[in-house]
């Protein structure tokens, strides 16, 4: 597992690099693909950068075309990330060549196996969560 996860993230930089991104803005763009619109607020208590960090970063995503701004129908005073990125060329030719190598890999194991598979990834994933979310309720020194 520590194998894979140092492969991930040497990946999700090289990816990063290769659309000319920075690493925590790439990684705010995978964050808001799985959550969705979310405040920016929400992206800085995700991301562990400070909300001024989060300002910035927003900034550089919405002036690329990886996301748009949008007032709270709820409250006026929060603005809303939405992401807008997944019509963007770029992505999708850069992750083609893994999904095809990772459709390529799943046609090894069966139907069963890889419901084993997707269910340890899962709960490997709930996990990573968990000690994340304990990690950054410490305090730091």
């Avoid at 919405?62 to 129908?73: L, T, Y």
Wanted: glycine residues 6%; proline residues 4%; neutral net charge.
């Amino acid at each position: 597992m520590r194998s894979l996860g140092s492969r991930t993230v040497l990946y999700q930089q090289s990816v990063a690099a290769s659309i000319g991104l920075y690493n925590n803005d790439f990684l705010s763009i995978d964050i808001l693909r799985e959550k969705g619109p979310i405040t920016a607020g929400e992206l800085s208590k995700l991301t562990g950068l400070t909300t001024g960090s989060v300002t910035s970063l927003i900034d550089r995503l919405e002036k690329n075309g990886f996301v748009r701004r949008q007032n709270d129908p709820s409250d006026r005073r929060k603005v809303i990330i939405v992401p807008i990125y997944e019509q963007k060329e770029e992505i999708t030719n850069t992750y083609m060549p893994l999904h095809a190598s990772m459709v390529k890999l799943a046609a090894l194991y069966t139907d069963e196996q890889l419901e084993l598979i997707t269910t340890f990834l899962g709960r490997a994933s709930e996990v990573l969560e968990e000690q994340i979310q304990q990690l950054n309720s410490k305090p730091r020194s």
